[in-house]
């Protein structure tokens, strides 16, 4: 096992239930087989024509998917148990909102600069699906912010002023151009793209293949 930490890339939207279950099998697959690792943490907007208020769940996965409602019952309580597997609550209720999310993005890039995106990144994921914030409302962002340690104030002025709007949308076409179309998408050693949320297992023999072709190299 080499000491040189693993570059791992992931784009995603806090609004993916996909991406914190696909970082949570990935996390639990790092710590299986105790590799070096750093993230970096990416933005994707799952729905940038998202109106500022939002959409409820229903109706949005009905007009996008086509699902019923009984599907996305029957998706929620998937989603529901497969969080209880690793740690995670999902409290999806039938009328919880799907927002837009580049204020997010906006916010989560300004936590980078702080070292603290990461965090930020979890609080978030938590504050949508397992305490139903509604993550379209500057005050309420900046209270997440404030609640992971960061300046609350400076949060709710970095929204404010959207100052960072347009590195956000930089990084996003970035993205783009490596063709990713859909989240999460996880590249190790800024080669290997992985999409999808992969399980356990697959994250682990991708980590394990990764460690053998660095030996390898270094050999």
Aim: proline share 4%; aromatic share 8%.
């Amino acid at each position: 096992m080499t000491d040189t930490p693993l570059r791992i890339d992931i784009i995603s939207d806090v609004m993916c239930p996909w991406c914190i279950i696909g970082y949570r099998q990935l996390a639990r697959a790092l710590e299986a087989t105790g590799t070096p690792h750093e993230i970096h943490w990416h933005p994707f907007e799952l729905n940038p024509e998202m109106p500022a208020e939002g959409q409820n769940m229903r109706e949005h996965i009905a007009e996008k998917y086509g699902a019923t409602p009984e599907q996305s019952a029957q998706n929620r309580a998937q989603m529901a148990a497969m969080g209880a597997e690793l740690d995670f609550e999902f409290a999806m209720g039938a009328d919880m909102r799907m927002h837009n999310t580049f204020a997010t993005h906006q916010l989560l890039h300004w936590a980078g600069e702080q070292g603290r995106r990461h965090e930020l990144k979890q609080a978030l994921f938590a504050a949508h699906f397992t305490h139903q914030r509604n993550l379209s409302d500057p005050q309420v962002l900046a209270d997440v912010a404030g609640e992971t340690g960061l300046d609350r104030a400076e949060a709710l002025a970095v929204l404010e002023d959207a100052r960072f709007a347009e590195t956000v949308r930089e990084h996003e076409a970035f993205w783009t151009r490596q063709g990713v179309r859909s989240v999460p998408s996880v590249v190790f050693d800024s080669q290997h793209l992985v999409t999808g949320a992969q399980g356990v297992e697959n994250y682990t023999r991708v980590l394990e293949h990764l460690s053998k072709e660095k030996a390898k190299a270094d050999a």
